[in-house]
């Protein structure tokens, strides 16, 4: 007796087998399969984002690869460094890293939105008593990183000729023990350069995590990318604005209203109170605390924050 194996299944027959077969290979075909961080700093709010896209994941998220149960889309749980090579060989379609890992392994793919999240940046630092006036200061020094790419980059950019000593953590300690004069390294808050002891001198890279995307979709799952593209944008927008609700006079609406910039302009309603109105706008965050002074001081009172789930404009 021969029996047909695949990785779910027995099969009896040969028939049977290619049977399920084309099955799952029609159905693989119709999905995005999405690479993320299996685990790490990108890992939470990769998942998050997905989940604020309306995107709901079936078996629980401690496996290699799960499926979502509303949206044609399977998610792989990679290692960050290894997601630009897995979608540029097609085993992923898209991928969510950090543009430093995508930009330092140059792979062929495309980043096709910008996240939002998992910021820092990518800085040359040297010890805090080195007199370090510009990037000439780096010649012939010996610079310690993982990014040996980026910054060769900067340094042939620059015209500076230094030595790349590559090592794959722990960057940060090669001054402190004689390996390294330099290092490049990831910075988001600075403390970990101050505790060793190391200031940072050039900014090579300013980095988020992006979603990149094979070059050589197939038309179905470019349809379906360009709906989660659309489901992230109205996302992003929604996290950097915030709803306002606010009462105020009627002699003092024009003052109120000039102060805000709404998606069209503010929604006006009247309150029971007579010569009283309320009014409703959207704000961005950067403009927030402000906007919220300025509304105090032209009259407007009660003022209600909320965050918005979606913004579709
Ligand atoms: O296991 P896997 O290979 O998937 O993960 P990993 O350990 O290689 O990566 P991980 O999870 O540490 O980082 C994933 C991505 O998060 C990076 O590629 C960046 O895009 C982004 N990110 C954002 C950071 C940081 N901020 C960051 N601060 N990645 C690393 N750091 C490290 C940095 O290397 C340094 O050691 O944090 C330290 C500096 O932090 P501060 O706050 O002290 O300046
Ligand atoms: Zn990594």
Redesign the pocket.
């Known amino acids: 007796m021969v029996y047909y194996v695949d990785k779910n299944n027995i099969y009896k027959s040969k028939k049977a087998y290619q049977k399920v077969s084309l099955f799952y290979f029609k159905t693989q075909q119709k999905m995005l399969k999405v690479a993320i961080?299996?685990?790490?700093?990108?890992y939470e709010d990769s998942l998050k984002l997905l989940k604020d896209c309306g995107i709901e994941l079936t078996n629980g998220v401690n496996k290699l690869r799960t499926e979502a149960s509303n949206f044609p889309l399977e998610i792989l749980f990679l290692?960050?460094?290894d997601i630009p090579q897995y979608v540029a060989d097609e085993v992923a379609d898209v991928g969510i890293?950090?543009?430093?890992?995508v930009q330092e392994k140059n792979k062929d793919t495309t980043i096709v939105e910008k996240l939002g999240f998992?910021?820092?940046r990518l800085s040359v630092a040297v010890p805090k008593a080195m007199n370090y006036e510009s990037i000439s200061s780096l010649n012939n020094k010996k610079i310690a990183t993982s990014y040996p790419y980026l910054l060769q980059r900067f340094l042939d950019d620059n015209n500076v000729n230094a030595e790349i000593h590559e090592i794959s953590g722990s960057v940060?300690i090669a001054p402190g023990i004689g390996l390294a004069d330099a290092v490049c390294?990831?910075?988001?808050?600075?403390?970990?350069?101050f505790l060793n002891g190391l200031k940072e001198a050039d900014i090579i890279l300013k980095?988020e995590?992006v979603l990149i995307s094979n070059s050589k979709l197939i038309p179905e799952k470019e349809k379906l990318l360009r709906s989660l593209i659309f489901r992230i944008q109205s996302v992003k927008k929604a996290r950097r604005n915030k709803y306002i609700l606010l009462n105020a006079p009627n002699d003092k609406l024009e003052a109120v209203c000039k102060i805000l910039p709404g998606m069209k302009s503010p929604t006006i309603m009247p309150l029971m109170d007579e010569g009283w109105s309320s009014v409703h706008s959207v704000v961005h965050e950067d403009d927030f605390w402000n906007i919220i002074e300025q509304l105090k001081d032209a009259g407007a009172q009660g003022i209600l924050v909320s965050s918005i789930e979606k913004m579709i404009i």
């Open positions: 961080q299996k685990s790490g700093r990108l290692r960050d460094d890293a950090g543009e430093n890992v998992g910021k820092c940060e390294d990831l910075v988001s808050s600075g403390s970990t350069l980095s995590a």
